[in-house]
């Protein structure tokens, strides 16, 4: 099973500042099958970034996937008010599904 | 639209089983995996298993192997996860989501609260 550490487990910026999320793998995503989620509370998780680094329709630019092998990143590049929420990382590449432990970005 | 529809919370006494549903519309609903993912109240995700809607085959992750049941009805586009024995740590929402078999998750249902207390 291939496990996932995200780090940091909270980070507390300010509207318009930079967010830099990291997931770190036991063993490496082939084919960087990766993927990042964005949740609010009382929702269900929206996917933000697929295949490391491709965003699907409809997600703004300021969210960007980057890495390969076992780490990866997510970069929100100016935080928005709605942006404040807990993300996660999964990789699909090999069964079980798993998900990391996620990171909340708190307003400071 | 395409969406996946979840039926409603429910609460159950240990040892019991429950049923959730996962209604599919606006696509063919033999094209995509349905994989099904629960989170305990301020905690992580995790993957459950998933069954493919055109034959009825399904994978079933290891720490639920025995207690976890997904089948489908193909009249209805519907998906059903059953979990039975259950415990106080079962507790937890269910989401269904749309997929193939190795994915990410672009379309979720709404979610669907289980509590177990006796």
């Known amino acids: 099973e291939i496990v996932l550490t995200q780090s940091p487990g909270t980070l507390s910026l300010s509207p318009g500042e930079r967010a830099t999320l990291s997931c770190r793998a036991s063993?490496?995503?082939?084919?960087?099958?990766l993927g990042w989620y964005q949740q609010k509370p009382g929702q269900a998780p929206r996917l933000l970034i697929y295949?490391?680094?491709s965003r699907p329709t409809g997600i703004p630019d300021r969210f960007s996937g980057s890495g390969s092998g076992t780490d990866f990143t997510l970069t929100i590049s100016r935080l928005e008010p709605e942006d404040f929420a807990v993300y996660f990382c999964?990789?699909?590449?090999?069964?079980?599904?798993?998900f990391g432990g996620g990171t909340k970005v708190e307003i400071k | 639209q395409v969406q996946l529809v979840q039926s409603g919370a429910e609460v159950k006494k240990p040892g019991a089983s429950v049923q959730v549903s996962c209604k599919a519309s606006g696509y063919t609903f033999t094209t995509y995996y349905i994989h099904w993912v629960r989170q305990a109240p301020g905690q992580g995700l995790e993957w459950m298993g998933k069954?493919?809607?055109?034959?009825?085959?399904?994978t079933y992750t290891e720490k639920l192997q025995g207690r976890v049941t997904m089948t489908r009805d193909t009249s209805t586009s519907t998906v059903y996860m059953e979990l039975s024995n259950l415990r106080s740590d079962d507790t937890a929402f269910y989401y269904c989501?749309?997929?193939?078999?190795?994915?990410?998750?672009?379309?979720w249902g709404q979610g669907t609260l289980v509590t177990v207390s006796s």
């Open positions: 295949g490391a680094s």
């Open positions: 069954i493919n809607p055109s034959d009825g085959s399904t």
């Open positions: 063993q490496s995503v082939s084919r960087n099958y």
């Open positions: 989501a749309r997929g193939p078999a190795y994915s990410s998750f672009s379309l």
């Open positions: 999964q990789q699909y590449s090999s069964s079980p599904l798993t």
